[in-house]
């Protein structure tokens, strides 16, 4: 069983910084895409960022440029840079890993709380 091990949470005032990382505890196998989602209560989860094994990026519409997805391709292990974070991104991110393709796997971390204030 796979497990993903995510780091970089925790507080900080509105306008600061924050990097998440997330790797993999085994081999990745095959094409695959990575990234971040979050929670806030009472919320569904929704997209943050995203990047594939090829360096395909996606991301949420409420980034809007102050977020970057980026991987050591190497180690396969994932960061979102997180820039002039503001109250309303508060929330629980978990980390992603699904395989594409005939590669048939779907894990889920188990989240870092990122709670930005004053």
């Known amino acids: 069983q796979e497990r993903l091990v995510e780091s970089g949470g925790g507080v900080v005032q509105p306008g600061g910084s924050l990097r998440l990382s997330c790797a993999p505890s085994?081999?990745?196998?095959?094409?695959?895409?990575m990234g971040w989602y979050r929670q806030q209560p009472g919320n569904e989860r929704e997209l943050v960022a995203t990047?594939?094994?090829?360096?395909?990026?996606n991301y949420g519409e409420f980034v809007k440029g102050r977020f970057t997805i980026s991987r050591d391709s190497a180690e396969k292990t994932v960061y979102l840079q997180m820039n002039s974070l503001r109250p309303e991104d508060t929330a629980v991110y978990y980390c992603?890993?699904?395989?594409?393709?005939?590669?048939?796997?779907?894990?889920w971390g188990q989240g870092t709380q990122v709670t930005v204030s004053s």
């Open positions: 085994g081999y990745v196998f095959g094409p695959y895409v």
């Open positions: 990047i594939t094994s090829v360096g395909g990026t």
């Open positions: 992603h890993l699904k395989g594409l393709g005939s590669f048939n796997y779907d894990y």
